[in-house]
């Protein structure tokens, strides 16, 4: 355990500070629990760490990114869909990592393909939600029209 949050901490903290050089930004604590369970899985899968032990850590680590993209996802999201996506997301999100975290490649495959889909299908097409215009912004617009 000590080690998985070092690592979170020392990961979290390396992003930190990439992102000071970078023009995009990465959520930094998001990378330290990814990377982290990413490394805790590749030694597990290669016999490097004991299953018995990394393996329930490695899951509610995976089980927080479901929930983190979850988060991250929902503002391209139609709103009045949202708790159904959510829903969907997060179950095929754990059945995902299940399928990862078991070897079971098909489930893992399949459940990704359908999170993503789902999405996919709810996802807010460009320009289709309209933000409620305030009356100062149509004055200033209706000022700038008669401007010339």
């Known amino acids: 355990m000590i080690i998985a949050i070092a690592s979170i901490l020392i990961i ?4 930190w ?8 930004k990465i959520c930094p604590i998001c990378a330290g629990v ?14 490097l760490l004991l299953t018995t032990n990394y393996q329930l850590l490695t ?20 709103p009045k ?14 059945l995902a990592v299940y399928g990862l975290l078991s070897s079971a490649w098909i489930v893992f495959i399949i459940a990704l393909v359908l999170a993503v889909l789902t999405t996919l299908v709810f996802k807010i ?4 939600e ?19």
């Open 34 to 47: 990814f990377l982290t369970w990413i490394w805790l899985l590749i030694g597990m899968k290669l016999n």
């Open 125 to 128: 097409k460009k320009g289709s």
């Open 81 to 94: 869909f949202i708790l159904i996506w959510k829903t969907i997301f997060v179950i095929l999100g754990f």
């Open 12 to 15: 979290t903290f390396a992003v």
């Open 130 to 148: 309209k933000k409620p215009e305030s009356e100062q912004t149509r004055i200033l617009e209706e000022k700038m029209k008669n401007c010339c």
């Open 17 to 24: 500070l990439v992102n000071k050089l970078l023009s995009f």
């Open 59 to 78: 899951a509610i680590l995976m089980g927080g990114t479901v929930v983190g993209s979850t988060f991250k996802l929902e503002q391209f999201i139609k």
